[in-house]
């Protein structure tokens, strides 16, 4: 029978790292309940190769559109190397779903200081469901590396005053 021993300094260590944790789980917890943010996920499938061809996701149906019950649903193509439309504009602190589907490849939607971030994985349509609080002009960027032109790879997102 022998003992395990640990040493003294890998023992607080180890409670630093469960402390560590606790806290990153705690962090993440909390937004996730308390401030609404998490990751989208929205399983629904689509064939990249003919998005254009007819549908929602044809080039005639891109774009704003306001719903019967006041909220707005944007309907956008990802591709090399850029979001189509490539200006977009909604109303502030009025709910917008973002529905999002990538030409060809791996591609992300985010806007900064905002939920809207997304994977836009090649064969599925992503759904995004926001409400920008503050008015004014926000880039809306490429955040998965997709080629050469990644980094030009963005749209405007105009927020207008809207309702009060
Ligand atoms: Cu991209």
């Given at each position: 029978?022998s003992m ?10 180890l409670?630093?790292i469960?402390g560590m944790?606790?806290?990153f789980w ?6 996730a309940?308390a401030e609404n943010?998490?990751?989208p996920?929205n399983?629904?499938?689509?064939d990249?190769a003919?998005l ?8 005639d149906n891109?774009?704003v ?5 006041g909220?707005?649903t ?9 979001f189509?439309p ?6 502030a602190?009025t709910?917008?779903?973002?529905r ?13 200081f905002s939920?809207?971030n997304?994977?836009?994985v090649?064969?599925y349509?992503s759904?995004v469901?926001t409400?920008?609080q503050t008015?004014g002009s ?8 997709c ?6 790879m ?11």
């Amino acid at each position: 029978m022998s003992m395990i021993h640990i040493d003294p300094l890998e023992k607080r260590w180890l409670w630093a790292i469960g402390g560590m944790l606790a806290i990153f789980w705690g962090v993440q917890i909390y937004y996730a309940a308390a401030e609404n943010m998490h990751p989208p996920s929205n399983v629904e499938v689509i064939d990249s190769a003919k998005l254009h061809l007819s549908g929602e996701f044809a080039e005639d149906n891109l774009g704003v559109k306001k719903e019967a019950d006041g909220s707005y649903t944007v309907t956008m193509v990802a591709a090399r190397y850029g979001f189509y439309p490539q200006e977009i504009e909604v109303p502030a602190k009025t709910p917008v779903k973002l529905r999002i589907a990538s030409f060809d490849v791996l591609h992300g939607v985010h806007v900064p200081f905002s939920n809207m971030n997304t994977m836009v994985v090649p064969g599925y349509v992503s759904e995004v469901h926001t409400e920008f609080q503050t008015p004014g002009s926000f880039p809306m960027i490429c955040n998965e590396y997709c080629g050469l032109g990644h980094d030009y790879m963005y749209s405007k997102l105009h927020v207008t005053a809207g309702k009060s």
